[in-house]
């Protein structure tokens, strides 16, 4: 037989044994074909599809190359490198050999789609929203019954639209193919952005019932759960959650693990995974990052909230204050503007630099070009995060700071600001961050807030007479444990109401009714309306006294009440966000108000309610201590965080590794 005979029987050969299943011996005919005829394109075509159908992309791309080489007009040759190429992370590549199939079969509707939506999806990788977003929806609208095109419209309609355009078009992706594991997890999502919990919550139990190692499904729908005040099956939830974690799966996201979870290992185990899985360390992408040696220090905030929101409350002052001598400071924006006087506050105070609409490596280069020394991470794992650029290292120094009160788990963040009461020495494991100690408490706070006056209780919905109890955490912060001391506490304080905060309908009836249940009047438990920040704080001073959460503390929230003369009862935790109560009160010079448990605690502000002299001289001594000591003392404060910030640049430039630092307490 001719020898190219016996290619051709060798090439039909291997296609009949792929047509039936037979794949390994596929491969061997086809390889046999290519030995007797290196330059076959029957053959090289053949064996290129073969591997990329294994998704051996790698070992196909070569082989489909060559074969292109051979047959340049085969459609199904370009498609088939146009999929390899995308499989091994070639997407401008495959773009164009989409492009090219598409072309050369003009009438096949899946390859034009294959075409519309890789070009999509480059747009996408390479940060240009715009094209990206038209791509998708040209594909919609010439492909609507591509669950694909409607996956893929969506996932950009998350970060450039809005949660409720995303929630159209993975309705429409999941009619079509409702088992897109995908496509559920991220519509549970945006119905979670968009406050919907009841639904997001329906949403991740059918995926976690159908995809039950699916990471962060468990904890998002704990989360839920616990901003409903929805506490069915709250302790099975938590012990699966935090089983997971103990066992390496990622079973929730590091914030909303906070709300319910006490052990500072468990909190690590979750952000460092958490870090790894999506946030990796990229820093090899740019080169090494020099620290400056001139006479001032860059400093840039990373945040998405530089509006009215509780980190820029807590830092819009700490910004003013900064030294302008030896540091220049610059606030670098994911998010917008809400032309609120706080955020004209900080852009009068630093250089507010956008980078809402810029990709991680476009982001990293804003921070090269501006030289920064130190980059503060003021997000982590809560609201609008950028942690994706810290990890391309655009500065030499990067620091952890005020948003996020944990580790954020990656290695390529230095430092932690902390105080010794957070992080204690022994705690100092848990971080992967070198702990950064301030003298007082870690939490900056502004002392030129303005409380509103001639608020009454009348406008706050109060009864004149009564004992107001308090707590206007997020209502997520309070489990079944808590609530079971507050209630006992209205039970044994005749005259007595609870004042909380949600605006959450549902929360409200669960709360009424988990109060029922342990014999107390729903009508005793109020619910406080979202006011702006004065009328709040004033509404505050109206309340007797705030009873603080665990194992996740007020934070804004407490230093908020303790600032309006409200004294803040707290129980010492185990972790950071379970201490910071501890922090505020021993930086504010009020130590009674600090109990070690929740026996404690519960006997401690009983005799508060009950013990009229008691509470008015705590309310006494707040009213003078908040004017002399350290907590809002925010220039003392800004003076020890620059040195904080200097202790790190000079170990930079003395080219010694990242290492626990503490700073000395300035007087006069």
Request: glycine share 6%; aromatic share 8%.
């Given at each position: 037989m001719?020898?190219?005979?016996?290619?051709?029987?060798?090439?039909?050969?291997?296609?009949a044994?792929r047509?039936a299943g037979n794949?390994?011996?596929?491969?061997?005919?086809?390889?046999?074909a290519?030995?007797?005829?290196p330059?076959?394109?029957?053959?090289?075509?053949?064996?290129?599809?073969?591997?990329a159908r294994?998704k051996?992309?790698?070992?196909?791309?070569?082989?489909?190359e060559?074969?292109?080489?051979?047959l340049?007009g085969?459609?199904?040759?370009?498609?088939?490198?146009a999929?390899?190429?995308?499989g091994?992370d070639?997407?401008?590549?495959?773009?164009?050999?989409?492009?090219?199939?598409?072309a050369?079969?003009?009438?096949?509707?899946q390859l034009?789609?294959?075409s519309?939506l890789q070009r999509a999806?480059v747009?996408?990788?390479?940060?240009?929203n715009?094209?990206?977003l038209a791509?998708?929806e040209?594909?919609?609208?010439?492909?609507p019954?591509s669950?694909?095109?409607?996956?893929?419209?969506g996932?950009?309609?998350?970060?450039?639209?809005?949660a409720?355009?995303?929630?159209?078009?993975?309705?429409?992706?999941l009619?079509i193919?409702?088992?897109r594991?995908?496509?559920?997890e991220?519509?549970?999502q945006?119905l979670?952005d968009?406050?919907?919990?009841?639904?997001a919550?329906?949403?991740?139990e059918?995926v976690?019932?159908?995809?039950?190692?699916?990471?962060f499904i468990p904890g998002?729908?704990?989360?839920?759960?616990?901003?409903m005040a929805d506490?069915m099956a709250?302790?099975?939830?938590?012990?699966?959650i935090e089983?997971?974690l103990?066992?390496?799966?990622?079973t929730s996201?590091?914030?909303g693990?906070q709300?319910?979870?006490?052990?500072?290992?468990l909190l690590q185990r979750?952000?460092?995974a958490?870090?790894?899985a999506g946030?990796?360390?990229?820093?090899a992408?740019?080169?090494?990052?020099?620290?400056?040696?001139?006479?001032k220090?860059r400093?840039?905030?990373?945040?998405?909230?530089f509006?009215?929101?509780?980190?820029s409350?807590?830092l819009?002052e700490?910004?003013?204050?900064?030294?302008?001598?030896?540091?220049e400071?610059?606030?670098?924006?994911n998010?917008?503007?809400d032309?609120s006087?706080l955020?004209?506050?900080?852009?009068a105070?630093?250089k507010v630099v956008?980078?809402r609409?810029?990709d991680?490596?476009e982001?990293?280069?804003?921070?090269?070009?501006?030289?920064v020394?130190?980059?503060?991470?003021?997000?982590?794992?809560?609201?609008r995060?950028?942690?994706?650029?810290?990890?391309?290292?655009?500065?030499?120094?990067?620091?952890?700071?005020?948003g996020?009160?944990?580790?954020?788990g990656a290695?390529?963040i230095?430092?932690?600001?902390a105080?010794?009461?957070?992080i204690?020495a022994?705690?100092?494991r848990f971080?992967?961050?070198k702990?950064?100690t301030?003298?007082?408490?870690?939490?900056?706070?502004?002392?030129?807030?303005?409380?509103a006056e001639?608020?009454t209780r009348a406008?706050?919905s109060l009864?004149d007479?009564a004992?107001v109890?308090?707590?206007?955490?997020n209502v997520y912060?309070?489990?079944?444990?808590?609530?079971d001391i507050?209630?006992?506490?209205?039970?044994?304080?005749?005259?007595s109401?609870?004042?909380?905060y949600?605006?959450i309908q549902?929360a409200?009836v669960?709360?009424?009714?988990?109060?029922?249940?342990?014999?107390v009047?729903?009508?005793?438990?109020?619910?406080?309306?979202p006011?702006?920040?004065?009328?709040?704080l004033a509404?505050?001073?109206l309340?007797d006294?705030f009873l603080?959460t665990?194992?996740?503390n007020?934070?804004?929230?407490g230093?908020?009440a303790?600032?309006?003369?409200?004294?803040?009862?707290?129980c010492?935790g185990?972790s950071?966000?379970?201490?910071?109560?501890?922090s505020?009160?021993q930086?504010?010079g009020l130590?009674?108000l600090?109990?070690?448990?929740?026996?404690?605690?519960?006997?401690m502000?009983?005799?508060l309610?009950t013990?009229?002299?008691?509470l008015?001289?705590?309310r006494q001594?707040?009213?003078?201590?908040?004017?002399?000591a350290p907590?809002?003392?925010?220039?003392?404060y800004?003076?020890?965080l620059?040195?904080?910030?200097?202790?790190m640049?000079?170990?930079?430039r003395?080219?010694?590794p990242?290492?626990?630092?503490?700073?000395?307490?300035?007087t006069?």
């Amino acid at each position: 037989m001719h020898p190219i005979s016996q290619t051709t029987n060798k090439v039909t050969t291997g296609m009949a044994l792929r047509d039936a299943g037979n794949l390994p011996e596929a491969e061997r005919s086809l390889r046999l074909a290519l030995e007797r005829e290196p330059q076959n394109g029957a053959a090289l075509c053949g064996l290129g599809a073969l591997l990329a159908r294994q998704k051996r992309y790698a070992e196909a791309v070569p082989w489909l190359e060559q074969a292109i080489a051979r047959l340049p007009g085969n459609p199904q040759a370009h498609a088939d490198l146009a999929e390899s190429l995308r499989g091994v992370d070639r997407n401008a590549e495959a773009a164009t050999h989409f492009d090219r199939a598409a072309a050369l079969r003009p009438d096949d509707r899946q390859l034009q789609l294959l075409s519309r939506l890789q070009r999509a999806i480059v747009f996408d990788e390479q940060g240009n929203n715009d094209r990206a977003l038209a791509g998708f929806e040209d594909a919609v609208q010439h492909h609507p019954d591509s669950a694909d095109a409607w996956a893929g419209l969506g996932m950009v309609q998350m970060n450039v639209v809005s949660a409720a355009a995303a929630e159209e078009s993975f309705r429409r992706a999941l009619q079509i193919d409702p088992e897109r594991q995908l496509v559920n997890e991220r519509f549970g999502q945006v119905l979670q952005d968009q406050r919907l919990y009841e639904d997001a919550a329906i949403v991740f139990e059918r995926v976690l019932n159908r995809w039950p190692r699916l990471s962060f499904i468990p904890g998002r729908l704990m989360h839920c759960k616990m901003l409903m005040a929805d506490w069915m099956a709250y302790a099975q939830l938590q012990r699966g959650i935090e089983a997971g974690l103990a066992a390496g799966r990622l079973t929730s996201e590091p914030f909303g693990l906070q709300g319910y979870c006490a052990d500072p290992e468990l909190l690590q185990r979750c952000a460092t995974a958490a870090a790894a899985a999506g946030y990796p360390d990229r820093s090899a992408e740019l080169s090494p990052a020099a620290i400056g040696r001139g006479t001032k220090i860059r400093v840039g905030y990373v945040s998405g909230e530089f509006r009215n929101q509780a980190t820029s409350v807590l830092l819009t002052e700490v910004l003013e204050q900064h030294d302008r001598a030896r540091f220049e400071v610059f606030a670098f924006d994911n998010g917008w503007d809400d032309s609120s006087p706080l955020r004209r506050r900080i852009e009068a105070a630093v250089k507010v630099v956008p980078i809402r609409k810029l990709d991680d490596l476009e982001a990293a280069q804003a921070i090269r070009d501006l030289e920064v020394d130190i980059l503060v991470n003021l997000n982590g794992y809560f609201g609008r995060t950028r942690t994706a650029f810290f990890s391309l290292r655009p500065a030499p120094i990067q620091v952890n700071y005020l948003g996020f009160p944990g580790t954020v788990g990656a290695p390529y963040i230095d430092y932690i600001v902390a105080d010794r009461t957070v992080i204690p020495a022994e705690h100092e494991r848990f971080y992967a961050e070198k702990v950064v100690t301030l003298p007082d408490c870690y939490q900056p706070n502004d002392s030129q807030r303005q409380i509103a006056e001639g608020v009454t209780r009348a406008d706050a919905s109060l009864p004149d007479n009564a004992f107001v109890f308090c707590c206007l955490n997020n209502v997520y912060k309070v489990t079944p444990a808590i609530f079971d001391i507050w209630m006992r506490l209205l039970l044994k304080v005749p005259d007595s109401v609870l004042l909380l905060y949600s605006d959450i309908q549902v929360a409200h009836v669960n709360l009424h009714h988990e109060a029922g249940a342990r014999g107390v009047d729903p009508a005793r438990i109020l619910f406080a309306q979202p006011w702006a920040n004065e009328k709040h704080l004033a509404r505050l001073q109206l309340c007797d006294l705030f009873l603080d959460t665990l194992p996740y503390n007020a934070h804004t929230t407490g230093s908020d009440a303790l600032w309006a003369g409200l004294p803040v009862l707290t129980c010492t935790g185990t972790s950071f966000p379970g201490r910071v109560g501890t922090s505020l009160l021993q930086a504010l010079g009020l130590p009674e108000l600090v109990t070690d448990s929740l026996v404690q605690y519960e006997t401690m502000a009983l005799r508060l309610a009950t013990e009229s002299s008691l509470l008015a001289s705590l309310r006494q001594r707040l009213a003078v201590n908040r004017h002399t000591a350290p907590l809002y003392d925010t220039p003392t404060y800004t003076r020890h965080l620059e040195s904080a910030y200097a202790l790190m640049v000079e170990r930079a430039r003395a080219n010694l590794p990242p290492a626990p630092l503490g700073v000395a307490r300035q007087t006069g």
